[in-house]
Nanobody, 127 residues
Framework: QVQLVESGGGLVQAGGSLRLSCAAS????????MGWFRQPPGEERAFVAA???????YYADSVKGRFTISRHNAENTAYLQMDSLKPEDTAVYYCAATSRTFPSSRYYYAPTSYGSWGQGTQVTVSS
């Protein structure tokens, strides 16, 4: 079982930046695909970005060009750099991980593809 701990959330003005971190333990980090999802109040959890164990990256259309996902295997940590933040980015952000092998790239986008989740960190963007 993988344990995930997110940090880095907070309150920021529109146009600002935040960097989220996700520290993983319990399995070799290099074996994990890592994902970020977010859940605004009253809405479903939605895909934000993912990085494969081979460092391939995937993004939701709504964050392309503004958010950057990365991983540092030596630190057992995944990051989500969020720039040009908008009020509609306000949500609880969750880190997710899995050691499964995905048959195709579409699996990176589905919450059900991931078996381990962090507790979430709140991101609030004021206008």
């Amino acid at each position: 079982q993988v344990q995930l701990v997110e940090s880095g959330g907070g309150l920021v003005q529109a146009g600002g930046s935040l960097r989220l971190s996700c520290a993983a333990s319990g399995r070799p980090f290099s074996s994990l695909h890592m994902g970020w999802f977010r859940q605004p109040p009253g809405e479903e959890r939605a895909f934000v970005a993912a990085v494969s164990r081979g460092a391939g990256t995937y993004y939701a259309d709504s964050v392309k060009g503004r958010f950057t996902i990365s991983r540092h295997n030596a630190e057992n940590t995944a990051y989500l750099q969020m720039d040009s933040l908008k009020p509609e980015d306000t949500a609880v952000y969750y880190c997710a991980a899995t050691s499964r092998t995905f048959p195709s790239s579409r699996y990176y986008y589905a919450p059900t593809s991931y078996g381990s989740w962090g507790q979430g960190t709140q991101v609030t963007v004021s206008s």
